[in-house]
C-alpha cells in the first residue's frame, strides 16, 4: 500500500520505516529541511537502537523515502497518518492540537481518491471528529475516512514494539474500505495473531490516554512504596518483585526511581487531567499522581545533598546519565532537568556523561561541564548519582571509581548495585527504598 507519514518525528520515523519494513511503499515528510536533509544521508535525528540499519536497509530496497513536499505523497497515498507533535499547551495543561489541525487541513487540499486519514499522534478524545470537521469544510466532496491509530511505542525498544505489538487499537473504522485499509497495512501482525482491537474513534483515543496514566500510576505508586520502605526498614525491590508476580499485577514499570519523564506520560497525564475537568469527570488518581511526581523529582536533589553531608556549596557532583530512560536521547522531562538545576542553586558544580543525551541536554541545562566517559566524569568528584540505568553504567570498575572520587559518595537513584556491594567495597552509598542505604 501507498503510505505518507506526516511527521518524521519519534512516532513517524518509527512507524513509517516498520510499514516499510512490512512491504509498504512509505514516505515520510516533514517540515524541518536539516531532520529531512540528514534522513536523506541515513543519518538519524533522534538515538533509537537498529533504526538507523532499518531505515538504510529500507531505502535501499526503495520503499522508504523522505521529503518535506508533502504534494505527490498525500495524492498518492492509501493512507495518510498525522504523527505529528501534540506537547502540552502552555498556560493550561491541554495538549496543542495546532499541528494536527494544520496537517488535517494540508491534507484536505492534497488529497485524491478515497483516502484514509490516520491520527497516530496522540490526541485528547474528540480530536478525530475534529479533523474529520476540518477536512469536510475544506472540501465537502472529499471521499474519506478519519480513523484513530494510537502508538504504544517504548523509546529504546519501539521497533520491537511496532512489529511485536501486544495490541494494535484502531477507532473509527466503521467504513468497510477504512477496515479493509487498516487490515491490510497491518496484515504482517495477523499472522503473528496479534490483537487488533477495532472499537469508536472516541474509545480508541481515551485508551492511548488511560493506558499511560495508569503506567504513570503504577511507577508513581512504587515510588511511594519505596519511601514508605525507607521508613520501616523494608527492601522495595522485593515489594515489587513480590507483587509483581501477581497476574493481576504484573511486574512491569515497578521499578523504584526518581520519577517518571519523557515525551509521553508527563504531558499525556496532564492532559488527561484538563481533559477530564472540562467534562466534569474528574480523575482525581491522575491528579495525585502528577502531583507526587513533580515533587518526586525536586526531592532527589535533597537526597543528593544529604548524602554529601548537607551542603554542596564548591562541591562537585558527578551525574551519570540525563536522559529520562536509557538507550534514548530523550531530554523531555527527564528527572535530571529538575535535580541539576536544584544542585546547582545550592553551590554544586556538576559533571556529567550520558551515553547518547548530551548534545540535547547541552541545550536544556547551563552551567554544566560535559565529560567524555563514566570514569572521567567521576574523577575529582565529591560524589556520584546514577540518574539512568545505562547497561555500560551497571557494569562498572569499582575499585577504579572509587580511586578517581575525592570521596567515595554513590547516590544510586537506580538502584544499580547492590547495598552491602558497596558498603563492603567503602562506598557510602544510597538507594532507593531499600534498608541499610
Not at 515510588?223 to 527492601?235: I, P, Q, S, T, Y
Not at 522485593?238 to 508527563?266: E, M, W
Not at 546519565?321 to 546547582?344: E, H, S, W, Y
Request: glycine share 8%.
Amino acid at each position: 500500500m501507498r503510505v505518507t507519514m506526516i511527521g518524521a518525528g519519534y512516532v513517524g520515523l518509527v512507524s513509517g520505516v516498520c510499514f516499510a519494513d512490512f512491504g509498504h511503499d512509505v514516505t515520510c515528510v516533514d517540515k524541518d529541511e536539516r531532520k529531512i536533509a540528514l534522513l536523506r544521508e541515513g543519518k538519524m535525528p533522534i538515538y533509537e537502537p537498529g533504526l538507523d540499519e532499518l531505515v538504510a536497509q529500507n531505502v535501499r530496497e526503495g520503499r522508504l523515502s523522505f521529503t518535506t513536499d508533502a504534494s505527490d505523497a498525500i495524492r498518492n497515498a492509501d493512507a495518510v497518518f498525522i504523527a505529528v507533535g501534540t506537547p502540552s499547551r502552555r498556560g493550561d495543561g491541554h495538549a496543542d492540537l495546532s499541528y494536527v489541525f494544520a496537517a488535517a487541513e494540508e491534507i484536505a487540499d492534497l488529497m485524491q481518491g478515497y483516502t484514509v486519514v490516520v491520527t497516530k499522534s496522540t490526541v485528547p478524545v474528540g480530536t478525530g471528529d475534529e479533523v474529520e470537521k476540518r477536512i469536510l469544510a475544506r472540501r465537502p466532496d472529499a471521499d474519506f475516512a478519519v480513523v484513530s491509530n494510537p502508538e504504544f511505542l517504548r523509546e529504546g525498544a519501539a521497533i520491537n514494539d511496532f512489529k511485536r505489538p501486544d495490541r494494535v487499537v484502531v477507532g473509527g473504522a466503521e467504513d468497510p474500505r477504512a477496515r479493509k485499509v487498516v487490515e491490510e497495512l497491518y496484515r504482517p501482525l495477523y499472522l503473528n495473531e496479534t490483537p487488533i482491537v477495532f472499537t469508536e474513534r472516541r474509545t480508541s483515543e481515551l485508551i492511548k490516554y488511560a493506558a499511560n496514566a495508569f503506567l504513570a500510576m503504577k511507577i508513581t505508586f512504587i515510588n511511594e512504596m519505596a519511601d514508605l520502605c525507607e521508613k520501616v526498614g523494608a527492601d522495595v525491590q522485593q515489594v515489587a518483585r513480590g507483587i509483581g508476580l501477581d497476574n493481576r499485577i504484573g511486574a512491569k514499570f515497578l521499578n523504584a526511581g526518581p520519577g517518571y519523564g519523557g515525551s509521553c506520560f508527563p504531558k499525556d497525564t496532564i492532559a488527561l487531567v484538563r481533559t477530564a475537568q472540562e467534562y466534569g469527570a474528574p480523575v482525581r488518581l491522575i491528579e495525585t499522581t502528577v502531583a507526587i511526581n513533580d515533587d518526586r523529582k525536586a526531592a532527589m536533589a535533597d537526597r543528593i545533598i544529604a548524602a554529601v553531608g548537607g551542603d554542596v556549596k564548591g562541591k562537585t557532583i558527578a551525574m551519570l546519565g540525563l536522559a529520562f530512560k536509557p538507550n534514548t536521547d530523550d531530554m523531555r522531562d527527564a528527572p535530571a532537568l529538575d535535580i541539576v538545576p536544584a544542585l546547582q542553586k545550592a553551590g554544586a558544580k556538576i559533571r556529567a556523561f550520558d551515553p547518547e543525551s548530551m548534545e540535547e541536554a547541552a541545550h536544556l541545562l547551563k552551567g554544566v561541564e560535559f565529560a567524555t566517559g563514566p570514569y572521567d566524569c567521576v574523577k575529582g568528584a565529591d560524589a556520584v548519582a546514577i540518574l539512568t540505568e545505562w547497561d555500560q553504567f551497571r557494569a562498572l570498575d569499582l575499585k577504579r571509581m572509587k580511586e578517581l572520587l575525592k570521596t567515595p559518595v554513590v547516590v544510586d537513584l537506580r538502584n544499580v548495585y547492590k547495598p552491602g556491594e558497596m558498603r563492603e567495597r567503602g562506598f557510602t552509598y544510597v538507594s532507593i527504598g531499600r534498608p541499610g542505604t
